[in-house]
């Protein structure tokens, strides 16, 4: 039990910082934490419907509206017909969209690069090896816990 | 460069498997993620203002307002003087408020620990040593990129 508790304790707080620094990049594009996490999901998941969103973020259907009316505006995101339902509006990212996603993960690329250049290479390596053995045995647990 | 990639991917999925893990608590509770944010927020900060919950998650101060009336009703929260400015209202974790982080913290540690017994005790130990040098260096080097 100690060593889960210290390693994820660890985890948290190494996340938690880098995803502070890639998230600087949202300041740029004058974006709120609320519509970047519209943008991510959209990014990892593909087209969603709205409703779908809502859910997922846990916030009220209305809320998510006013927060893509921005972002439509600013054209990141667009309308599109579910082509399983044609009655459905879907959220599709555009490209300018998704250009600030992989901005903000080459910034957490760039900012890890930049901290293991105090590490020896030798610790880079086998942390590499390590995390891999670890996330092996996260993906497989996890079919239980979920 | 592509250490840093591989490094950054591995602990982006690592932890997202973990967060989401931790988070199957809220069923329980019956509690949205963007109420557990909130809780989440006030557990690491202390007592805070609406209007700085509202900055810190990106959200319109309506939007809060509608979420925290969930979470006062519900005995997670309460509403007091801030000590500095009599005028304004700081919201506050209860007890109840602050046993749903911790549950959700304890869950995160209890599935690491499930997860590392197919590991090799020497590669645990390994790993708790070479993410405390890494996290050394993340804290580092956040000053000059925040």
Redesign the interface.
């Known amino acids: 039990?100690g060593?889960?508790?210290?390693?994820?304790e660890?985890?948290?707080?190494?996340?938690f910082?880098?995803k502070?620094?890639g998230r600087?990049v949202l300041k740029d594009y004058d974006?709120?934490?609320?519509?970047?996490e519209v943008l991510q999901k959209l990014y990892f998941n593909g087209k969603m419907r709205m409703s779908d969103i809502s859910r997922?973020?846990?916030?009220?259907k209305s809320?998510i509206t006013?927060?893509v009316r921005g972002l439509e505006s600013a054209g990141y995101v667009v309308k599109a017909k579910d082509p399983n339902d044609l009655r459905v509006n879907v959220l599709e990212l555009t490209s300018r969209g998704k250009e600030i996603i992989e901005k903000v993960?080459a910034r957490?690329?760039?900012?890890?690069?930049?901290?293991?250049k105090?590490?020896d290479i030798g610790?880079?390596?086998?942390?590499?090896e390590?995390?891999?053995?670890?996330?092996d045995?996260?993906?497989?647990?996890?079919k239980d816990?979920?």
Chains 1, 2 share one sequence.
């Open positions: 039990m060593k889960g508790k210290v390693l994820e660890l985890l948290r707080e190494t996340c910082l880098i502070k620094v600087q974006l709120t934490s609320a519509q970047f997922e973020l846990g916030v009220a809320t006013g927060i993960i957490r690329q760039d900012f890890v690069s930049q901290c293991l105090s590490l610790i880079t390596e086998r942390l590499r390590d995390l891999n053995r670890l996330l045995s996260i993906r497989k647990e996890s816990w979920l």
